[in-house]
């Protein structure tokens, strides 16, 4: 009787988890706020919450629904890899690794996960791996401007930051100050983004540097000297 009572028991909580996923997929993710606390214990369901993201109706944004998510997931389960992995692999999901137990955030595999979803996720990566060249890469392929969350070293990479630059010159402002004192470097991210001209102060007054700014983005002018705009 006591195994048929817990076939029963298990046998409910799963229709009540289909029922409440097929309302949550099917009609508005405000129902997140009003799910009952057994279900948020439910490690597995949550976890098809978090892999369903695409298909919830009405929700503003992919980061709304994972913040309602993630102020009501027990702090346990941030500890755990296989959750952790679930989350962080999910559509958009790499900055949830923000709520990652210490030891997941240094798991070089965890980490590239959650960068190759969200570039901007490489914040939340441990000291060690914002110095390590493939994770910080992997996060560049996905968001130019992570730059802001990479090693010193690696900012102070001349190579690897004139790459990133000439995709968005507006990563300059990232970029290490020794790099900012570049021609090269800077005319590289002028030639992307005009703008960029505000991150270097010492070429402010160099004609050809402002030339090349003002071409690609005729405001960029305001950021000239003003011996410059006078000319």
Known sequence: ??????????????????????????????????????LWSDKLFVIKLLKSVEHVQNSPSITTYYSLMTSRIPSGFWSCRKFVTACVSSTGGGTLLEHAAPELKADPTIARMAVEQSGRALQFVSEDLKDDRATVEAA????????????????????????????DGRTLAFADTCLKAKRTVVMAAVKRTGAALQHAPRF??????VETAVTQDGCAVRFANAAMKVE
């Open 140 to 167: 560049l392929n996905r968001c130019p401007l992570a730059l802001e969350f990479a090693s010193s070293a690696i900012r102070a990479d001349e190579a690897l930051v004139t790459k990133v630059i000439e995709q």
């Open 1 to 38: 009787l006591g195994y048929l009572l817990s076939a029963l028991d298990i046998r409910a909580k799963e229709a009540l988890r289909e029922r409440t996923f097929r309302a949550l997929a099917y009609y508005n993710y405000k129902n997140l706020e009003s799910l009952p606390l057994q």
């Open 204 to 209: 402010q007054s160099d004609r050809e540097v």
